[in-house]
């Protein structure tokens, strides 16, 4: 139930990320302003809706993470994290409205992220002994 719980936050941060970004880009830039509080409310209603439920997904994220700590080891779960870069990466090239260039260089980081991971979960001669 804890992996479980780690990868319910992974999958969450990870939308999170994906709908703040859609929703910020669907905004004027920032001003001070009682016309950038219009275009906000108004103009772009489905931007502010993504933008809170993007919020939620943080918080219900949050509250995923804490009942997989009281399950799993830090060391363990810790890692699980890294794997938004991942699924966040891998969404924004897919996603057309992200419309985020392919690079080599960004495929080798998840490569490397993604290794990372492999290592750390696979199991090592001395445990396999016991």
């Known amino acids: 139930m804890g992996y479980f719980l780690a990868f319910m936050s992974v999958l969450l941060v990870s939308a999170a990320q994906l ?3 859609w929703a910020m880009v669907q905004f004027p830039p920032v001003t001070f302003s009682l ?3 219009y275009a906000v409310l108004f103009v772009h209603p489905l931007g502010l809706l993504i933008l809170f439920l993007g919020l939620l997904a943080y918080a219900l994220s949050m509250g995923c993470w804490f009942l ?4 799993i080891p830090l060391s ?55």
């Open 35 to 37: 016309d950038f509080v």
């Open 68 to 71: 997989a700590l009281r399950r």
């Open 19 to 21: 709908g703040m970004k």
């Open 76 to 130: 363990k779960a810790y890692p699980l994290l890294s794997l938004s870069y991942v699924l966040v990466w891998a969404a924004a090239l897919v996603l057309p409205w992200l419309n985020e260039p392919f690079s080599n260089q960004k495929l080798l980081g998840v490569a490397v992220i993604f290794i990372g991971l492999l290592l750390i979960f696979m199991p090592s001669k001395h445990a396999q002994q016991r």
